[in-house]
């Protein structure tokens, strides 16, 4: 299991507004990262910093963050945004990168 | 534009040794750390280690310790990741990446190659 706890499952209605919600102890030291896959495809980098968009990623994608909860939210979600999202941060030691075990959205 | 492409499919038999590659291209290869991750089917995803390139400084998930080597050519821009005896467990699909800034060993992870999907099969 991974140190960073993620719901399995998430649904939207198109156009509506979700939270995914990423938990553990190293959230309080490390930023967290969000990264989006569709089926078949290699993860994109959704967020960085918390807070950061990379270049040519909607802004309807947001992240935040609170004691041990790191969230991304999309506010309007849209049909291509149906994918696995997986929150990255440290392990608890600090001494190496983690993912979360992973989202799936589905946007009704 | 920056790029990591990797090696094709392997299917391999239990006991087999296997190299695969990731090549970068469009910016400095010597300069940015290449990370690999697992991604067993249906499961999510696992950071197994890193190297840097420029002087070959290579770091494990403990998880992968003395399973896997990492290794990096750096004249051909080339990092590698390889087994000396495969396992049916080692079935996945195994991704590099590189850290979006440079000289920098952790995530984020900005550009990832396309995967390599690995099954070991009898």
């Known amino acids: 299991s991974s140190e960073l706890t993620q719901d399995p499952a998430v649904s939207v209605a198109l156009g509506q507004t979700v939270r995914i919600t990423c938990q553990g102890d190293s959230l309080r030291n490390y930023y967290a990262s969000w990264y989006q896959q569709r089926p078949g495809q290699a993860p994109v980098l959704v967020i960085y910093?918390?807070?950061t968009r990379p270049s040519g990623i909607p802004d309807r994608f947001s992240g935040s963050s609170s004691g041990h909860t790191a969230s991304l939210t999309i506010t309007g979600a849209q049909a291509e945004d149906e994918a696995d999202y997986y929150c990255n941060s440290r392990d608890i030691t600090g001494n190496q990168p983690v993912f979360g075990g992973g989202t799936k959205l589905t946007v009704l | 534009e920056v790029q990591l492409v990797q090696s094709g499919a392997e299917v391999k038999e239990p006991g087999e040794s296997l190299k695969i590659s990731c090549e970068g291209s469009g910016y400095n290869f010597n300069i940015y750390w290449i990370a690999w991750v697992r991604q067993m089917p249906g499961k999510g995803l696992e950071w197994m280690g890193i190297?840097?390139?420029?002087?070959?400084?290579?770091r494990y998930s403990p998880s992968f310790q003395g399973r896997v080597t990492i290794s990096a050519d750096k004249s051909t821009s080339t990092a590698y990741l390889q087994w000396s005896s495969l396992q049916a467990s080692d079935t996945a699909m195994y991704y590099c990446?590189?850290?979006?800034?440079?000289?920098?060993?952790?995530?984020?992870?900005?550009?990832w190659g396309q995967g390599t999907l690995v099954t070991v099969s009898s």
């Open positions: 910093d918390k807070t």
């Open positions: 990446a590189r850290p979006l800034w440079e000289n920098y060993a952790d995530y984020p992870f900005d550009h």
């Open positions: 190297i840097y390139p420029g002087d070959s400084d290579t």
